[in-house]
């Protein structure tokens, strides 16, 4: 699965961001498989309501939705790159994961501390940014050393392109710029691949504010959004206590009623996650049999060999073709049966990109 990691300032409202995760994780895990992983780490569901239709329209036996896997990466402080606390550590844990929820504290509150005085998500979010920056410096620095000379004296054509995307990414950073604004091109980016830059990674922020808040904002998520639509990121406002609250109840009852009282369509975690999913460029396809209907992870552009691959890799090696419906055609039909006789099902081969929504069903040698 994907991998999310949140980050923030502390006290900013991450561990309770990702206890709200954990917990429902932990309540989908009882339905139908369990997964222990790292305490914080938690693999959960990515709210899709197309599962919904699907299951009434085929009543499977069990329905399966896609994962994505969230970690809480605590501990990043300022200094961090300069090893304050054990903040080396914690930057060599955002390398891992693939995009970034970047909490920020939009609420006041006397009783939670702060180090940095009045509540100011602009600079606290400068804060964590700066850090990763630094961090950044020091890879493309080391690149730098190691090519600098050699493209510069006699190298190829390809290293001194290499070297000049690198040299563009350490200007934009000491602008206290984020490489993933820089926009690199298709062929501009294999010249970092091999640095694994934090600032390049896909981020979210999260405005995290106080409950009366929580539908229409307030003056420091306000402020937050200016900056983040200049970045042209996304950001969301969230209230991680109600979150929280949300994810301990248990009876869909109760919870319904909550979501009345607070005036919610949906738990905000859920528009995270498909925030995130939207953010990491994922689709997804769905194989749909009366065992299992089951959503699956793809990226943008993957081939139907490649999607099989992620059901088993014995099904991309031995593909032969698939049989696909879209998700509009099967809801507009009804069924399989339907699609076929109406000419809707269509037969495609190893070159097919898989869309999203498609219906699969694949063929292939064993
Ligand atoms: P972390 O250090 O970023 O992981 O922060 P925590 O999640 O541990 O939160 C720090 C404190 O802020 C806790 O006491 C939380 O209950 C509190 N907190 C988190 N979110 C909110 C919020 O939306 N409003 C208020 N008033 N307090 C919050």
């Known amino acids: 699965a994907l991998?999310?990691?949140?980050?923030?300032?502390p006290n900013v409202g991450k561990s309770t961001l990702f206890n709200a995760v954990s917990t429902s994780a932990k309540a989908q895990a009882s339905n139908y498989r369990f997964c222990t992983i790292e305490p914080n780490e938690a693999l959960v569901d990515v709210p899709d309501e197309r599962l919904v239709k699907l299951e009434e329209l085929v009543n499977p036996n069990k329905v399966i939705p896609t994962q994505i896997e969230v970690v809480d990466i605590a501990g990043l402080v300022k200094g961090a790159s300069q090893g304050e606390g054990l903040g080396n550590k914690f930057l060599g844990n955002i390398r891992e994961v693939d995009a970034i929820i970047h909490v920020i504290r939009c609420f006041e509150d006397e009783n939670v501390l702060r180090d940095e005085g009045a509540i100011n998500p602009v600079s606290d979010k400068e804060i964590?940014?700066?850090e990763l920056q630094l961090k950044d410096l020091e890879s493309i620095e080391k690149k730098v050393k190691r090519i600098g000379k050699m493209a510069r004296v006699g190298g190829d054509a390809k290293m001194k392109f290499e070297l000049d995307v690198v040299e563009k990414c350490e200007a934009w950073l000491k602008q206290g710029k984020?490489?993933?604004e820089l926009e690199l091109s298709k062929e501009e980016l294999p010249a970092i691949a091999d640095m694994f830059l934090l600032?390049?990674?896909p981020t979210l922020y999260v405005a995290n504010v106080d409950e009366a808040s929580m539908h229409t904002g307030n003056k420091f998520s306000e402020t937050l959004q200016k900056v983040a639509d200049?970045?042209?990121a996304q950001m969301i406002v969230l209230c991680n206590n109600i979150e929280a609250d949300i994810s301990e109840m248990e009876d869909p009852d109760d919870k319904a009623m909550f979501f009345e009282d607070y005036g919610m369509k949906e738990a905000g975690l859920d528009k995270l996650l498909r925030s995130a999913y939207t953010l990491l460029n994922l689709k997804t396809y769905f194989t749909a049999g009366v065992q299992e209907v089951r959503a699956w992870t793809i990226q943008e552009g993957w081939t139907a060999p490649q999607a099989a691959g992620v059901i088993h890799t014995d099904f991309e090696r031995g593909f032969i073709k698939a049989e696909v419906m879209s998700y509009a055609d099967f809801t507009k039909y009804g069924s399989?049966?339907?699609c076929r006789e109406v000419g809707r099902l269509r037969i495609e081969g190893k070159e097919y990109i898989v869309k999203d929504g498609d219906l699969m069903h694949f063929r292939f040698n064993v």
């Open 3 to 9: 991998k999310v990691g949140i980050v923030g300032l």
């Open 128 to 130: 964590i940014d700066y």
């Open 178 to 180: 984020n490489v993933r």
């Open 199 to 201: 600032t390049v990674k």
């Open 230 to 232: 200049a970045e042209g």
């Open 336 to 338: 399989e049966q339907a």
